[in-house]
């Protein structure tokens, strides 16, 4: 699932969702970013034909260096800091579709 992510609005990046849960989620950049930084990520998904997205405050709580073909990547678990209460229905209806999918190898 693809998202983007930013410490300030010019400053945005891409990524891909890995797992998520109701603490917080695992994702896949290319991007080195220390553990401790706070993010504001947006996650796309869709809901029938309609494209949707979330978007909390999270915090880089873990780090792994890891390979997807040949791309050096980095595998980072987030914790969710604060998700509005719009985003938290979100949050749910995308637990309840969505399965893990592991990317690094």
Request: charged residues 25%.
């Amino acid at each position: 699932m693809p998202l983007e992510y930013w410490e300030t609005y010019d400053s945005r990046q891409g990524g891909v969702l890995e797992d998520i849960n109701g603490k917080g989620l695992l994702i896949q950049s290319t991007v080195n970013m220390p553990v401790g930084e706070e993010l504001r990520i947006k996650v796309f998904f869709s809901v029938g034909i309609k494209f949707v997205g979330f978007q909390p405050l999270v915090k880089i709580v873990g780090k792994d260096l890891c390979r997807v073909g040949s791309l050096e990547a980095y595998e980072y678990k987030l914790r969710f800091i604060s998700v509005s209460k719009e985003d938290r229905l979100k949050l749910r209806h995308l637990l309840s579709i969505r399965g893990p999918k592991q990317i690094c190898s």
